[in-house]
Nanobody, 123 residues
Framework: QVQLVESGGGLVQAGGSLRLSCATSGRTFSNYRMGWFRQAPGKEREFVAAITWSDGTTFYADSMKGRFTISRDNAKNTLYLQMNSLKPEDTAVYFC????????????????WGQGTQVTVSS
């Protein structure tokens, strides 16, 4: 059974940092692209960042460039999202996901999803 399990969310003040983790199991994702998405109340799910598991190529939404860093640990089968200089508008549920093919920024092209972790940034 494929599982993606996010952790690391929480409450942080504006300007602070958090590191999200996504532990994967149930299959190998070496041929997949992994992504982070987020969804705020009343808003659509939004692309944050993605990484190609095999070669580490990264992709970011423009608003996250320079503040967020996506990475993976092959030995631990774990995906990370380092978030710095957090803003109140970053408040959302953050999801990790895996896709075999398709556009990296389209949530519809991702096959496997985690349950999400809440990130709340206070002003």
């Amino acid at each position: 059974q494929v599982q993606l399990v996010e952790s690391g969310g929480g409450l942080v003040q504006a300007g602070g940092s958090l590191r999200l983790s996504c532990a994967t199991s149930g299959r190998t994702f070496s041929n997949y692209r992994m992504g982070w998405f987020r969804q705020a109340p009343g808003k659509e799910r939004e692309f944050v960042a993605a990484i190609t598991w095999s070669d580490g190529t990264t992709f970011y939404a423009d608003s996250m460039k320079g503040r967020f860093t996506i990475s993976r640990d092959n030995a631990k089968n774990t995906l990370y999202l380092q978030m710095n200089s957090l803003k109140p508008e970053d408040t959302a549920v953050y999801f990790c996901a895996a896709q075999y093919s398709g556009s990296y920024y389209r949530s519809q092209s991702y096959r496997y999803w985690g349950q999400g972790t809440q990130v709340t940034v206070s002003s």
